[in-house]
């Protein structure tokens, strides 16, 4: 082939590959397949119009202001908890009247710690934009020894927040892979995308086992999460991260309490009575002295959780993968061909830390 | 260049095709017309649920062939993020008839838009019958309209009900055929519609034959014990890629008198299923 035509020929490929149309699998089997995610922004509160007035540099012995704006963009949500602390500010000092800091919104509201000086708000509501002002002295030409210096002036903004993340996966009957067998059909379901909610740290789903799964195979999946934001989220603190799975994957599975990476535990109780409690499904599980009791796990509108049980690091924004192996129903015995569940992770009340700040060169005055 | 160039831009343009059979995936909406003998309308009072509200599902069902359908079942195998009533049964419904009812569903709690398939399967009983004019010519009719040339005056005629089940027959000779001899009948079973015919279940299906044709024997059928000219099915017929093993009978001729006209008549009952799936789209509150 003449080599005009070989760009013409690999873009045909490359449209096909990426068409909609069911049934070709475009270069899947060349790269393994991908699932589409739908993923709300990380950013939910930024600072935005960060200046200094007057514009620096700042003469010795004279006020200025630094100031920012703080806003909650997201349309529907309220944060919790946010606070607006400064914590340094180098040579230069927070300019106060009878010892209240003169910093807006509300000077009176600012509480002056040891070093810090912080501004809570029980609730920032969507959409809301407040203007922190922090009023400040620069230092006079006898402590600079009218020589020009620099005012580091930082400051943290936290806040609480909770993460989601939800994904589907379709099971279907032995009975059913047959009848597509038999009649020269395939599977023509479709693997929706996985929704990540908005927030800066997000939960990323990763189906290890291909869909659809068969009736009684292994379905396993792995989580990881990373922090994509630009604050600062160490680590997702214990008990904090949630994972729910429907609970007809735990019931099938040798050991339920195990079936997720060690650090996570399956919300449930052990119990030596031989019913279920209201709320709670038998499961098997357990290691040791516990065998030769029965294992619940707690079942909330149809679906078990696991929860971390330490706390997990984030190295470099992201968790190691969190690997969770369950087993789908019988869904033979049940008489149902195909059947859609819904997965879903959550992390609950992480505190969120964003850092600011802005360097104030300071000039002597004549 | 120019030949190629076009050739992408029909790539480009029929790239986003979805559901490459031929029908777009509408919300809120299914409907099943490929079936020769059934018709089933899905259609909600709103493609966009919000979460933990409620959705009218309105259901029509039609009997668009020519057999009673009966113990028809319509059940919602795969309700996706609802809840609600998910079995339908019908007794029975005639040719021509339809069946109408709504359903109340609720929506789960989500926390974000998802996009949700519910699967539905129906199944059904109900039957086909093909049956097809044999002649037989004593040997000096045969020969005297052979001789005249008319022979194709005698015509054979086929009927067969209009349902999911096509049965075919054909022959080793073409008709009419003369006296005493060995003819064989091949049978052909197809399934012409949109879902799953598993299979014909021993006993489900009668072969009848007229005098005309006699001492006969079909694969997979045995003969029944009170008449001879009947056959009945002894071996399921499984259904692979919507056909199943074909059936070869065969016959020996017999004409009483000059024209000895007969049938072959096969009914076949059996039980058929079709899926489909309605997407309907839940939003958080």
Known sequence: MKTQYLIPVVAILLVVSVSGCVGFDGFKSWFGPTQATVEQTPDILITTNQRTIPNPPILADSEFTVMFTLKNQDQTQSLRNVGVKLYDWGVCNPVTESGVPQFLPDSDDWYIGDGFFLRTFDEFFNLEEKVIEFNLMAPDNQRIGNIETDCPVKWEVNYTFSSRSQDDFTAISKERKREFDVSGTSWTGTNQAQYVGIGPVKMYFDFKTPMPVQSESSIQFGITVVDKGSGIYPKIEKNTMFIKVPKEWVENVDDATTACTTGFQLVGKIDASSTAPAGYTPVSGGTGSITALAVYAHVEDGYVVYTNDKDISLYNRESSEIICRFKAPDLDTAGVPEKSYFISANITDYDYRLLGSQTIHIKPSV | ?285
């Open chain 2, 1 to 285: 260049m120019k030949t190629l160039l076009i050739l992408l831009l029909a790539v480009v343009l029929i790239s986003g095709c979805i559901n490459f059979g031929g029908s777009k995936a509408t919300f809120g909406l299914s409907e099943v017309t490929s079936n020769p003998d059934l018709y089933l309308k899905i259609q909600t009072s709103s493609d966009t649920i919000k979460s933990e509200r409620y959705v009218q599902m309105e259901f029509v069902i039609e009997n668009k062939g020519e057999a009673p359908l009966t113990n028809v079942k319509i059940t919602a195998y795969d309700q996706c993020m609802f809840t609600g009533e998910s079995v339908k049964e019908i007794d029975e419904i005639r040719p021509n008839r339809s069946s109408q009812w709504n359903w109340k569903w609720q929506a789960s709690e989500v926390e974000f838009d998802r996009d949700c398939t519910v699967g539905f399967r129906t199944t059904y009983d109900t039957y086909t019958t093909s049956a097809i004019t044999t002649n037989v010519l004593s040997e000096s009719e045969y020969y005297t309209r052979e001789e005249e040339g008319k022979l194709n005056e005698i015509t054979s005629s086929e009927s067969s009900t209009a349902n999911s089940l096509r049965i075919n027959m054909g022959f080793s000779e073409p008709q009419p055929w003369l006296d005493d001899e060995k003819i064989f009948v091949y049978v052909d079973y197809n399934d012409v519609g949109g879902g799953l015919l598993k299979e014909l279940e021993k006993t489900n299906v009668t072969i009848i034959v007229t005098p005309n044709l006699a001492d006969g024997e079909c694969s997979s059928y045995e003969t029944d014990s009170v008449n001879p000219n009947k056959f009945i099915l002894d071996n399921p017929l499984k259904f692979i890629s919507k056909s199943a093993p074909s059936t070869t009978c065969a016959f020996t001729t017999n004409a009483t008198q000059p024209i000895e006209s007969g049938s072959i008549t096969i009914t076949a009952n059996y039980k058929y299923q079709f899926d489909n799936s309605l997407l309907l789209k839940v939003t958080p509150k």
